[in-house]
């Protein structure tokens, strides 16, 4: 009789045991719990600003992106977006917290 053959000296695992757990498993856990704060952020206005750091006057307001720039794009810069004046950027640096405009 072999040794694997007697009692006690199996290779096999003895009472419950849980599964283990693939990296392919913690990689879908992880982008489960990521994907709702990307896919919310995108879908705002601003992306970490407040409203009132982009109620840049026109004439203030300092280019943030190149040509033809969407509003996703600008906002996922960190910049805010208004394309509503014709003539002055539409992507422009946000206010700093505090900082006001007269």
């Known amino acids: ?3 694997l053959g007697r ?3 199996s290779s096999e695992p003895t009472g419950p045991q849980s599964p283990p757990v693939t990296m392919e498993a913690r990689t879908f856990w992880l982008l489960l719990m990521v994907l709702p704060l990307v896919s919310s952020s995108s879908t705002g206005q601003y992306v970490g600003l ?3 750091q982009c109620m840049v006057p026109a004439k203030d ?3 943030c992106a190149y ?3 969407t509003a996703e794009q600008c906002t996922n810069r960190g910049c805010c ?3 509503s ?3 002055v950027p539409w ?3 946000p206010l700093q917290e505090g900082e006001c405009t007269f």
């Open 61 to 63: 307001r300092v280019d």
């Open 67 to 69: 040509p033809d720039v």
């Open 81 to 83: 977006f208004d394309s």
């Open 50 to 52: 407040s409203p009132n």
């Open 1 to 3: 009789m072999s040794l």
């Open 91 to 93: 992507c422009f640096k």
């Open 85 to 87: 004046i014709p003539g």
């Open 7 to 9: 009692r006690g000296m």
